[in-house]
């Protein structure tokens, strides 16, 4: 696989060296237990897999390259790069400015850009509307292209299926940019519809067999399908696909409920497009390797990420059904030994928790990150930890062990 120029201030020696000898020793992947960090009273239980994947590094690789070959150049990103603020504020100390929030209200207007300017789209893609005004503005959108191969994966399936008079149903949150952009792809090529979880497959699956009025379908879906949809007609054939950071489990068990749907009622199962190779990969390894990490002993788990960031909202969200969690966005946010600000993602809003670490020794943490964090900022939670166990071991006399 590529390597990529990752600058140095996101890595870590300690998780490099981690990481390299357990992927040395398990090549093919198939060993998802984690890895055990003891510092003597404190033991961190750290996720076989975690951190930026392929595409997170594509995008920094190309952001970082393109500001140093580019001096005095106006450089813009289309909205984050990626869901992590550390990585956000240094492409924006570096002189890079945003165009769109992540919910893509304007932050600088479109008129101001042109032809002489750079214009970096970011790892969740665009819509076709965006990448069409800039080349008409002149703007070399290929050349700054950070959309993540497997983003685009999904749009090639998307596209795929759709000559096939399939209709695509994907399974995303409507106002993400990487559904945003998959919507518009998928809309291109055939009707396409968002649909948010299980609960609304089951709504839909009421219009499939025609025990919904058709009548009521806008309403029930307001704003998340193409334009001109007919669920009369555009409800015969379907397949799925995903924003790839959703749940893979969750994914699967909606296109497993439509499919069983829309066969019971028609009787022919090509009626449902066979579409399991548009998981993400560095998703479904980072959500295998919490599941391992859950059938470990512990007394609670961190998850450190940005909190706009849907990947590390799921792993936050599988850590939930088994121990107490924290949801942190850095180091910082363990304030103290006693008190921890951490963010709760079913109700969008930060808050601080007492008595967060047991009273006893060892004390043991699952710990992993999401997709869009430096494993800098993992080692700089792991660093702060271990500042509250008096006697503790330092990350640098555990290197020697993975070397």
Not at 56 to 61: C, K, L, R, S
Request: aromatic share 8%; with cysteine; proline share 5%.
């Amino acid at each position: 696989m590529k390597q990529f120029d990752v600058p140095l201030f996101y890595r870590s020696p300690l998780i490099s060296a981690v990481k390299k000898s357990r992927k040395e020793a398990d090549k093919l992947k198939k060993d998802f237990s984690p890895t055990l960090l003891d510092f003597g009273p404190l033991q961190i239980l750290l996720a076989r897999h975690f951190g930026f994947c392929y595409g997170v590094e594509n995008a920094i690789d190309i952001a970082f390259r393109t500001v140093a070959e580019n001096p005095g150049k106006r450089i813009y990103l289309l909205s984050e790069m990626i869901h992590n603020p550390r990585v956000n504020a240094d492409l924006t100390a570096h002189g890079i400015l945003f165009l769109q929030d992540t919910n893509g209200k304007q932050l600088i207007p479109f008129s101001e850009i042109t032809g002489e300017d750079i214009v970096l789209i970011p790892a969740f893609g665009t819509t076709l509307a965006i990448e069409a005004m800039l080349r008409e503005k002149g703007i070399a959108v290929e050349k700054y292209n950070t959309t993540c191969p497997f983003v685009e994966k999904v749009w090639n399936r998307s596209e795929a299926i759709a000559r096939k008079e399939y209709t695509i149903i994907i399974h995303g949150k409507p106002g993400h940019e990487e559904t945003r952009a998959t919507f518009s792809h998928a809309a291109a090529s055939g009707p396409a519809l968002i649909i948010r979880d299980i609960e609304e497959a089951k709504k839909l699956s009421l219009f499939i067999t025609g025990t919904e009025n058709p009548e009521n379908f806008t309403s029930a879906f307001r704003g998340q399908f193409s334009a001109g949809f007919d669920p009369v007609k555009d409800l015969k054939r379907i397949g799925v696909v995903n924003q790839t950071t959703m749940l893979a489990s969750d994914t699967q068990s909606i296109a497993d409920y439509l499919k069983k749907t829309i066969v019971d009622h028609t009787g022919n199962p090509d009626c449902f497009a066979d579409t399991r190779d548009t998981l993400c990969y560095a998703t479904n390894d980072n959500q295998t390797a919490v599941a391992a990490m859950l059938g470990e002993k512990a007394d609670l788990a961190i998850v450190v990420g940005g909190y706009n960031s849907s990947n590390t909202s799921h792993l936050v969200e599988l850590c939930e059904e088994k121990l107490p969690t924290y949801f942190i966005s850095s180091s910082e946010k363990l304030i103290s030994s006693a008190l921890i600000s951490h963010f709760n993602f079913h109700r969008k809003e930060e808050k601080q928790t007492t008595g967060y670490l047991p009273d006893k020794t060892p004390v043991r943490i699952l710990l992993t990150s999401g997709a869009s964090c430096p494993d800098a900022m993992v080692e700089a939670v792991i660093r702060r930890l271990l500042e509250f166990f008096p006697g503790a071991g330092k990350p640098e006399e555990l290197i020697p062990q993975f070397v």
